[in-house]
Structures are given as C-alpha cells and as structure tokens.
C-alpha cells in the first residue's frame, strides 16, 4: 500500500516538475526511534536517501535521539514537548546545549551514548552511519533527485528493490527488513559489484542474483 501511494504521488510530483520530500520527523510528532531502533533506523534512512525525494532530517534523529516521555508542556507543546528536547552534543548535563543551570524542556538524564560528541567516536553508531550515507548520495549521480527511478518489486512486504538511473551509471538497491532470506535477480546491464552494503549481502554474479540475508541491504552497480 505504501508504495502504490508513494509512487502515485511521485508520478503526480513528476508531472509537475516538482519533487516528493521524505521526512525522518518534525516537531508534532513523535520521535521516529519510539517505533525503529538504531540498526532499524539504518533500513530507513538509506530507503530516505536513495529514493527519489528530498530528505529531510528532524535534529537528533541522525543520533537516534528518544522522544521524551511525560514533559511539562511548554508552548502549547503538550505530549509533542517530547520531541522539541534540545539537542544532544554531549554527554554534560545540559548535553553541550547551554551552560544554564536549567533548560526550559530538559534532556533525558539517562541518555548515555546519544550525543554527537559520543558517536563521533564509534564508527558503528547511527551518526557515523547517517554521515557516510550522505556522502554515498553526494558521490552518485543516479541518487539526484531527478535522477530515473524504477520501482521493480511492488509485492509482498520485503524485499523493496528499485532501480536509480542518471546518464550512464545505474544503481540497483535492495532492502530486506525481514527476517526471511530473499533472492533478487539483476539484468546484465549491472556489473554486479556492490558499493553499498548492510549485514550479509551476496552476489552471484554467474547467476546474475542477490541473496539477502535477514535484515541486509545492498546497493550494486
């Protein structure tokens, strides 16, 4: 069902010369990690950054920040005062946000490895992950946004597969956020070398197939 409406309004952008705008979150809604953990949230951004759209990034969402449960309610924020939390550049009690004693919507106390500061320096965490997506998106033309975009398996819950296409270099993606394996043929038009990967994603290249393990992904050429 998503992808029916996703492409629909995709077509309907498309017709207009106008672009769809993928979100993580934003201010009236509930952080996206009270629903996806962090290697969940891995599947999403890079569905975010590799789908034709303009990605948006809620603050804090790149670090996998909590939405923050029974807040006063300041601003007319009421239960939405969760996700308006300031943001977390460190792990000091005002999180590098200020140097007041205290903040007018205060931060999670037990947050430990959720700042900037923190992640920074674990090349397995959310940030470093988000950080190295976005430079695969800058470094490959199929990934603009009016970049060619195919849709090859509508089908079923998993896997999503779809084509990206810009002048002569084409990006086959692959997304598997089941916890079946999956087999996904390519035409001979990829090479079959893989630029893009998370956990174990297989090539065959004599057989021109993916093999996608529980929760992997892969982005071939």
């Known amino acids: 069902m998503f992808f029916e409406h996703f492409k629909e309004v995709y077509n309907y952008a498309q017709k207009y010369n106008k672009f769809v705008s993928i979100i993580s979150g934003n201010h009236d809604t509930k952080r996206i990690s009270a629903w ?10 890079t569905f975010m950054f590799t789908s034709p759209n303009v990605p948006f990034m809620y603050y804090g969402d790149e670090l996998g920040m909590k939405f923050e ?11 939405r005062t969760g996700t308006r939390a300031p ?18 919507i205060p931060v999670n106390p037990d947050r430990k490895g959720l700042s900037v500061a923190e992640e920074e320096q674990d090349p397995d965490s ?33 896997p999503l597969v779809y084509i990206r296409k810009k002048y002569t270099e084409k990006l086959l993606i692959a997304i598997n956020p089941s916890n079946k ?9 990829f090479k079959g070398h893989s630029l893009f990967s998370i956990g174990e994603a297989t090539i065959d290249s004599e057989k021109a197939k993916i093999k996608l393990s529980p929760r992997s992904l892969i982005i071939i050429e």
């Open 36 to 45: 996806l953990n962090p290697e969940e949230l891995k599947f999403y951004y």
């Open 69 to 79: 449960e029974n807040l006063s309610s300041v601003e007319g924020g009421y239960k």
């Open 87 to 104: 943001m977390q550049w460190d792990k000091s009690k005002t999180a590098g946000f200020s140097n007041a004693k205290k903040l007018y």
């Open 126 to 158: 959310l940030l470093e992950f988000v950080k190295t997506l976005i430079n695969f998106k800058r470094t490959h033309l199929a990934l603009d946004n009016d970049a060619n975009f195919e849709l090859v398996k509508t089908t079923g819950y998993s």
């Open 181 to 189: 394996k999956y087999s996904v043929s390519f035409t001979p038009d």
